[in-house]
Each structure stands twice: as structure tokens, then as C-alpha cells.
């Protein structure tokens, strides 16, 4: 029997051991081991080394032209060294090497302002190092998602209707889009809301009935479908626990480099199931990072996460929304963002990642409310850094090389494009007059334009390069169509003789006069609804051997075809 999963946010994370690879947060205020210092014009070279002598220290590094110098520290005694060379009439200024945190980003988007959660998790330091890579997919595994949204539209890829084994992932009920829009509506654009990971894609994949249920089988297939097409997360806003089947599914998904997020649920209940090793199971915060009254909590809960936003509606629009199907995809796409920082981690080190950057709410350690803590999307995101490393902020380099700005096409065009990067090109994504047309991951970066989809007259190719860090670059150029008109004009066709109504002989040659306004390629001459004779060339002239016919009425028809395929008919009724 198939199990019914009725449709309430969740999210699952693994525990494994700690991330061996990522790298410690530095010291809070200023950097170990070192101070600036500065002397008084004219202090001597002899002078500033007696004083550097005098306190122990040696000068790692002069700035040229301000006379700066960086010295040497024993860590734990800056402050003290910074006094000591303060205190030296030579010198002008001793400091700390001060550390200063990446300025923050603010998104433009006018509903921002009411998404608190996104500031409760860090997510404006957080996206000073990343917003989300486009390399790094999230599949949403819901009633389907509304494409066209103007918030979504830019991030969508294509998806699979699990439930009905087809493409069609339309939203049937508007939960989808809601989630969708949580983890990685497009930020940062003037419009509408923000999301976690606004420059990762959205893969929709349908796995609910009419009604909203989500199946089992449909979620297993959707887990499978979406990781071999290039999802690294997944979310299922359905509280869901011990389906062997998904358990199966998740498994493959978190093999291949995954990490799927769940929701715990909204009907206030104790789960006492075990962890579930394959998934993150969350939980619902308010602004207060208190548990909401109706969350699930229960021994499988994983991460808490914010339970409340505005997000994107099926239709176009937006809406405040609450529930762990909302704290779902949240931690979906801080998952996201870890990736995009360092996508080789694999799936268990995400969890880690996620679960060791949380901040730890309630009792000291794991506790069935919160989990390991309420996610943290600035931490996760630090942490996950490869050691020793930083956020790469340069942007890739993008041109089309062909077709040029304001040239006119016809027929099938490639558009050839040129993407490079300090690192590395994630993707170059082609977009006509604002919708995807395709994507490309390895050079040379090529597209195939059939021109005749399009209406005759200006169009607006926008290209887009996006390296692994998230930068992203783009160039538009105009272009005008200019196919020829389609021939929809049929050819002229009239039976000259034998004449309709006569007798014929045993020989009857049909004549005809055939016209169009382009060009007549055949004409085919039927009698009583069979195929007789064939004529390719001028006068169209075809004969009917009607020896051995009936005596009595008989059908001749005459069919003239044109070049685009246009047919026309004459059609006449003779005697034997």
C-alpha cells in the first residue's frame, strides 16, 4: 500500500564527525602575534631599531611611502607591546592590527524588511562571502512551483512531475512556489522578497496528488530523478519518518554528494522515532528563537530554523507564511550556501557544517526542541571556507562573440560565447527576452537558437557567467528576427477535362490547370478515393486506365500540392 504523507514542513541532518577541513574562526578584534606602529618624522633608522631592540621585536613588514611598519607580537601581549611603544616619545602611534568583518549585504527587495529570520541567521554576513552559487541546485519536492514568478522565473531549471511521470511541475496547490520562494527566490533584484541562497537554481519536482499528499513512491522517484540531473539539495516540506522506501532514495541522494532537508511538522507532537541518517529534520523558531507552540519536536529533530516569512505566491504574488515547511527549506538553502562556498564537501560534511555553526538554544548540547541549535547561515558559511582561504569576490569575464549586437538572424543561429574566470566558470546560462533557454558547464560555451520560435522583430539575448563562489556576470546584445513569412496561401487546382458528368473510355487522360503563388510541386490524381497517378512536372497532365472499372458514376479528385506542404483540391464525377 503506498503511503500518504500529509503536506507539513520538515528538515533531517545527519551527525557525523566533525569537518576535519575547515578552518577556526580568527581571534575576535584584532590579528595574533603582531601590532602597527609608526614613528615621528624624522626619527632615525638607528632609533626605530633601539626601540624595536628595547621591546623584543622585529618588523615583519613596512608599508612604503606612510612608514607603517608591522611588528612582531608575542600572542597574548599585544596590547601590552601597543602601550609600551605608545609610550616612546619617537613614536607617533602604536595599534592593534585590527580584524574588520566583511561589510554586510543589504538586499533591495521591498519585502525584506519583514523577512526578520533572514537577520536572525546571519544571512546579511553571511552573503558578504556568498549568496549562492548558480552551479549548486535545490530540488523542491512539493506540489510543483510556479516558474513564471518574477522572483523565481530567473533561477528555475527544469524539473519532473514524479506523481504523474511527466514533465508538467506546475504548482497545483501553491504550497511549492511558497517553499521554492523560502530557499532561493531571487535577491538582491528590486523585487519582492529575499531568500536564503538567491543565486542558487530551483529544480520543481511534483510529488503530491490534486490534493496536496504527498507519496511516498512519488518522493523515492523525485529523490532519484533530481540528484541524477544535478541536484545537490533537496527539500520535502512533509513531516516524514521510518518509510523504508525513502530511506532507500535518501541514501542514493546523500551518495552522491547530497543533503536533504525535512520538516519535523506542525501538529504540536512528540516524535520519539530515531535520527534518520540520511536527512536533517528541523524545527519551527519564532523572532524570539523560541519553539513555535504547534512545532513537532521529538528524538529525530536535528536543527531548528525560523518558522515565518514572506515568500513567493502560485500567481505571481507574495504572502506571509508560517510553518515548518517554511523552517525547511530555510536550512535547505543555508545547506546551499555551504556548498557554494566549498563544493567539494560531501553530504555528511555539510551536516556537520550546519550542525556545528548553529547556535545552541535550550539545553546545553542536542535537546529534542532545537535540535543541535538554530541554524546559522553566517557561521555555516565561515566555517565551511577551505583552510586558510577566502571568499572569492572576483567576477567572471562574459561576451558573445557571435551573433553581434544588432545583427539580424534568420533560421537555426548559434550563439557562441566567451567566459573565463580567476578560478573557474561554474556556468554560462543563455536567456531570451528573459526566459531560460539553456545552460552550458564546459567550454566553449555554445547555445542553439531556433529563430522560428520566435516572433519576427527585436529580442533581447542576455547571457550570464557565474563562477563557484556566486559572482556573476552578464552582457546583453539586441537582436532582430527576420524569417520569412510562412507560405499558408494553398495552390489553385481545376480539373479542365474530362469534363464532370461525361462518359469516359478505357484510357482517360485528366488534365488540369494548377497555379500558386510560390510554386505547385505535384499533383495527384485519386479515383474513388485511391491513389492512381502522380505528376511532378507541367502541364500536371496524369491518366486513368479504366479498363476493367465498373460501369456505373465514378470519383475523380485531383490534389495539388505547393512546397510548404498547401493542398487543394478538384474534384469531379465521370461515367463508365
Known amino acids: 500500500m503506498i503511503k500518504r504523507i500529509a503536506i507539513v514542513s520538515a528538515l533531517v541532518a545527519l551527525l557525523g564527525p566533525p569537518l576535519s577541513s575547515a578552518r577556526a ?30 621591546n623584543r621585536t622585529r618588523v615583519l613588514q613596512e608599508i612604503p611611502k606612510i612608514g607603517v611598519q608591522k611588528v612582531t607580537a608575542r600572542p597574548g601581549t599585544e596590547m601590552a607591546q601597543v602601550r609600551r611603544y605608545a609610550a ?33 541567521i546571519g544571512g546579511p554576513a553571511a552573503w558578504s562571502i556568498t549568496s549562492g552559487s ?35 511541475t506546475t504548482d497545483i496547490l501553491g504550497h511549492g512556489t511558497l517553499v521554492a520562494g523560502t530557499a532561493a527566490a531571487r535577491g538582491n533584484n528590486g523585487v519582492g522578497v529575499c531568500s536564503v541562497a538567491w543565486n542558487c537554481k530551483i529544480m520543481p519536482i511534483r510529488v503530491s496528488d490534486l490534493d496536496g499528499f504527498g507519496y511516498a513512491s512519488a518522493m523515492a522517484a523525485g529523490l ?50 530515531p535520527d534518520d541518517p540520511y536527512v536533517l529534520t528541523t524545527t519551527a ?24 516569512t514572506f515568500s513567493t505566491c502560485r500567481g505571481g504574488g507574495y ?50 526542541q532545537f535540535g543541535w541549535g538554530r541554524v546559522n547561515a553566517a557561521r555555516a558559511v565561515e566555517l565551511a571556507l577551505p583552510a586558510g582561504g577566502s571568499s572569492d569576490t572576483t567576477l567572471p569575464i562574459v561576451a558573445v562573440y557571435e551573433p553581434g549586437d ?45 529563430t522560428l520560435s520566435s516572433p519576427n522583430g527585436g529580442h533581447t539575448l542576455r547571457v550570464t557567467a557565474s563562477d563557484g563562489a556566486g559572482n556573476i556576470s552578464q552582457t546583453e546584445l539586441s537582436i532582430l528576427v527576420s524569417n520569412p513569412t510562412p507560405d499558408t496561401t494553398p495552390p489553385s487546382v481545376q480539373i479542365i477535362s474530362p469534363v464532370g458528368g461525361s462518359t469516359v473510355g478505357s484510357t482517360v487522360t485528366v488534365t488540369v490547370s494548377a497555379g500558386d503563388d510560390v510554386d505547385v510541386r505535384k499533383v495527384q490524381l485519386y479515383v474513388d478515393a485511391r491513389l492512381t497517378a502522380t505528376s511532378t512536372t ?29 493542398t487543394a483540391d478538384s474534384s469531379i464525377t465521370v461515367y463508365k
Not at 243 to 260: D, K, P, T
Not at 332 to 340: F, H
Request: aromatic residues 8%; hydrophobic residues 40%.
Open 285 to 308: 523558531t519564532t523572532v524570539s528563537d523560541q519553539i513555535y507552540s504547534w512545532s513537532n519536536t521529538g528524538n529525530n529533530v536535528d536543527l531548528a530554523a525560523p518558522g515565518g
Open 406 to 450: 544588432g545583427s539580424v538572424v534568420a533560421g537555426a543561429v548559434t550563439v557562441t560565447v566567451s567566459a573565463s574566470d580567476n578560478v573557474s566558470v561554474a556556468c554560462v546560462d543563455l536567456y531570451l527576452d528573459e526566459t531560460p533557454v539553456g545552460r552550458d558547464t564546459l567550454a566553449p560555451y555554445d547555445f542553439e537558437w531556433d
Open 538 to 566: 507541367k502541364p500536371f497532365t496524369t491518366k486513368w486506365n479504366a479498363r476493367k472499372a465498373a460501369k456505373g458514376p465514378h470519383s475523380i479528385v485531383c490534389r495539388a500540392y505547393d512546397a510548404a506542404g498547401n
Open 134 to 168: 548558480p552551479s549548486v541546485i535545490i530540488a523542491i519536492l512539493d506540489t510543483g512551483v510556479d516558474t513564471s514568478h518574477p522572483d523565481l522565473a530567473p533561477n528555475i531549471v527544469s524539473g519532473w512531475n514524479a506523481f504523474d511521470n511527466n514533465a508538467d
Open 88 to 120: 616612546n616619545p619617537n613614536v607617533e602611534f602604536a595599534e592593534t592590527d585590527t580584524l574588520m568583518d566583511p561589510a554586510e549585504v543589504i538586499p533591495n527587495d521591498p519585502y525584506y524588511m519583514y523577512q526578520m529570520g533572514l537577520n536572525i
Open 319 to 368: 504572502s506571509d507564511v508560517g510553518g515548518t515547511s517554511i523552517s525547511a527549506p530555510v536550512v535547505a538553502g543555508v545547506a546551499a550556501l555551504v556548498m557554494s562556498v566549498d563544493p567539494n564537501l560531501t553530504g555528511p560534511q555539510v551536516q556537520d557544517v550546519l550542525r556545528q555553526s548553529s547556535d545552541d538554544l535550550g539545553a546545553a548540547g542536542w535537546d529534542p
Open 25 to 54: 574562526a580568527p581571534a575576535p578584534g584584532y590579528a595574533l602575534g603582531q601590532i602597527l606602529v609608526k614613528f615621528k618624522p624624522g626619527t632615525s633608522a638607528s632609533v626605530k631599531a633601539a626601540v624595536h631592540r628595547k
Open 224 to 273: 532519484v530523478w533530481a540528484v541524477d540531473h544535478g541536484a545537490r539539495v533537496a527539500n520535502i516540506s512533509y513531516a516524514m519518518s521510518n518509510v523504508a522506501s525513502l530511506s532507500v532514495a535518501e541514501q542514493y541522494f546523500q551518495e552522491r554528494g547530497g543533503v536533504i532537508s525535512v520538516s519535523a511538522g506542525n501538529s504540536s507532537y512528540f516524535n520519539p522515532s
